[in-house]
């Protein structure tokens, strides 16, 4: 099974950048659906967007449409998550995670990384 570790979190100012990375370790990386998931203080998980195999579609939730953009190299088994124009409501841990290719639901989390944005 696939393990993953996000990293690239930290505090940044509205209207900054972030570029979020999630390595995967194990079985092979590529044949996963990955996706990126959000959870604020106090509110529910939701999802930001995903990255298919092996045709990297992506596909994003509105609230981040235009700004975010998921990425994945192969080769280095990693997904991106690049954060553009960020506002302060994008404050949250953020969270990879792992789809087999054909599945039904993501089966594997990374322990998540935390973004602030301040105002």
């Known amino acids: 099974q696939v393990q993953l570790v996000e990293s690239g979190g930290g505090l940044v100012q509205a209207g900054g950048s972030l570029r979020l990375s999630c390595a995967a370790s194990g079985r092979t990386f590529s044949v996963y659906t990955m996706g990126w998931f959000r959870q604020a203080p106090g509110k529910e998980r939701e999802f930001v967007g995903h990255?298919?195999?092996?045709?990297?579609?992506?596909y994003y939730t509105d609230s981040v449409k235009g700004r975010f953009t998921i990425s994945r190299d192969n080769a280095k088994n990693t997904v991106y998550l690049q954060m553009n124009s960020l506002k302060p409501e994008d404050t949250a841990v953020y969270y990879c995670?792992?789809?087999?290719?054909?599945?039904?639901?993501?089966?594997?989390w990374g322990q998540g990384t935390l973004v602030t944005v301040s105002s």
């Open positions: 990255i298919t195999w092996p045709v990297s579609t992506t």
């Open positions: 995670a792992a789809k087999p290719n054909g599945g039904t639901s993501y089966s594997v």
